[in-house]
């Protein structure tokens, strides 16, 4: 099993520009999760999705930042415009089913911007 | 909101010694869990507490989970310079996926 898998590992962009982070679910996993980890915020719920479905996005920070997950393979996080604040590892991780809670993070994007 | 409270934020320790972080919830837990974060990793599952008063152990981790299903603690009996790392709770409240997790306790270990 290759794990959760996340692109790009490492973005660099300068304010202003769109940035998309990708993530690829284990395979049969149902729920997809995005953090967002910083030194003075700790680790973020920003959004969930069940079976491809927006559950919470109560922790999105704002309008720049939305979400989707076309299919259950796929996601990704987009901002845009980027500023300098959002600079933060972002984590994606998914969950199996119901009658377990495990989570399975993936490696992580870390972004920088500039 | 339900908010998640984790003590110390860090703690370092001569290896061999014990180690124990601590985990409050404002409100009643359905469950708890814990996981590992090695420098520049990413957080790995540890171990999931459902019952009130539950104790379970992994080798050398003790988890515990409260009788009133609000605060948690981990414990590392004789620390190792493997046990380094970020150690977060996180919690889920009633129905849904939605964990809350704690701002974590980094552990060092001097050897």
């Known amino acids: 099993d290759a794990g959760v898998i996340q692109s790009p590992r490492h973005e660099v962009t300068e304010m202003g520009q769109e940035v998309t982070l990708r993530c690829k679910p284990i395979s049969g996993h149902n729920s997809l999760f995005w953090y967002r980890q910083t030194m003075m915020r700790g680790l973020e719920l920003l959004i969930y999705f069940n079976n491809n479905v927006p559950i919470d996005d109560s922790g999105m920070p704002e309008d720049r930042f939305s979400a989707k997950m076309p299919n259950a393979s796929f996601s990704t996080l987009k901002i845009q415009p980027s500023e300098p604040r959002d600079s933060a590892v972002y984590f994606c991780?998914?969950?199996?089913?119901?009658?377990?809670?495990?989570?399975?993070f993936g490696p992580g994007t870390r972004l920088t911007v500039t | 909101g339900q908010q998640v409270m984790q003590i110390p934020q860090y703690q370092h320790v001569q290896e061999g010694e014990d180690f124990t972080t601590y985990c409050n919830s404002s409100?009643?837990?359905?469950?708890i869990q814990w996981y590992k974060q090695r420098p520049g990793g990413h957080p790995v599952f540890l171990i999931q507490l459902v019952k009130s008063g539950e104790v379970k152990k992994q080798k050398r981790l003790t988890f515990q989970f409260g009788e009133a299903k609000k605060n948690s603690s981990l414990h590392i009996t004789a620390t190792q310079t493997t046990d380094v790392g970020t150690y977060f709770c996180?919690?889920?409240?009633?129905?849904?996926?939605?964990?809350?997790f704690g701002a974590g306790t980094i552990l060092r270990v001097k050897s």
């Open positions: 409100t009643t837990l359905s469950n």
């Open positions: 991780a998914s969950r199996a089913g119901t009658t377990t809670y495990e989570q399975y």
């Open positions: 996180a919690g889920k409240k009633g129905e849904g996926n939605k964990l809350v």
